[in-house]
């Protein structure tokens, strides 16, 4: 069955760096465009962009511009999320879904604080 | 961007009841091939989202009949009748007709 592994939660510190991965399996990876989208309580859900799993081609959020950086690993079959220059703002939960919206990670958290 | 103004933030109901949630964007949702990228989530208590209604009004896989959608250009409406327990969550639209794509604030259903 088709699922998207991510990775686990993170614990980092303001102005460091982390990188979510996000495992597709039980269909061809370069089917579908990988979306990321961020959760957090105040902000609700926010789109952060999205990946051409075939092309490596990215389109990001305005917003999210500079923060994030997503690549992907075809042979791995994985996508990749990287945030840098944490702040406490960053703290959320990140999706990893498909471009549909019918394949979702379970999310990641990752926690900003010193 | 697209701003989703998403009502009721919440409500209450029993089972079996019927309940509408609507959906209001700012701009015309529908894209140049014609279609409108309108889609219904619900976010069950500790899950990721799942994929209810695309295109405004196309179940997902594996939803039930109970749920349906309506709406064109700015305004939709996801409808449940007969609610059971498991359709307890937070309820979401997004818009994916332009980018960035855009979520409503989210209709908390509660379960009397």
């Known amino acids: 069955q088709v699922q998207l592994q991510q990775s686990g939660a993170e614990l980092a510190k303001p102005g460091s760096s982390v990188k979510i991965s996000c495992k597709a399996s039980g269909y061809t990876f370069t089917s579908y465009y990988i979306s990321w989208i961020k959760q957090t309580t105040g902000q609700g859900l926010e789109y952060i962009g999205y990946?051409?799993?075939?092309?490596?081609?990215?389109n990001y959020n305005e917003k999210f511009k500079g923060k994030a950086t997503l690549t992907v690993d075809k042979s791995s079959s994985t996508a990749f999320m990287q945030l840098s220059s944490l702040t406490p703002d960053d703290s959320a939960v990140y999706y990893c879904?498909?471009?549909?919206?019918?394949?979702w990670g379970p999310g990641t958290m990752v926690t900003v604080s010193s | 961007d697209v701003v989703m103004t998403q009502t009721p933030p919440s409500l209450s109901v029993a089972i079996g009841q019927s309940v509408s949630i609507s959906c209001k964007s700012s701009q015309s949702l529908v894209y140049s091939d014609g279609k409108t990228y309108l889609h219904w989530l619900l976010q069950s208590p500790g899950q990721s989202p799942k994929l209810l209604i695309y295109?405004?009004?196309n179940l997902g896989s594996g939803v039930p009949d109970r749920f349906s959608g309506t709406g064109s250009q700015k305004d939709f409406t996801l409808k449940i009748s007969r609610v059971e327990a498991e359709d307890l969550g937070v309820y979401y639209c997004?818009?994916?007709?332009?980018?960035?794509?855009?979520f409503g604030s989210g209709t908390k259903l509660e379960i009397k």
């Open positions: 997004v818009q994916a007709t332009h980018f960035p794509l855009t």
């Open positions: 295109q405004v009004s």
């Open positions: 879904a498909n471009w549909y919206f019918d394949f």
């Open positions: 990946i051409n799993t075939g092309s490596g081609g990215t």
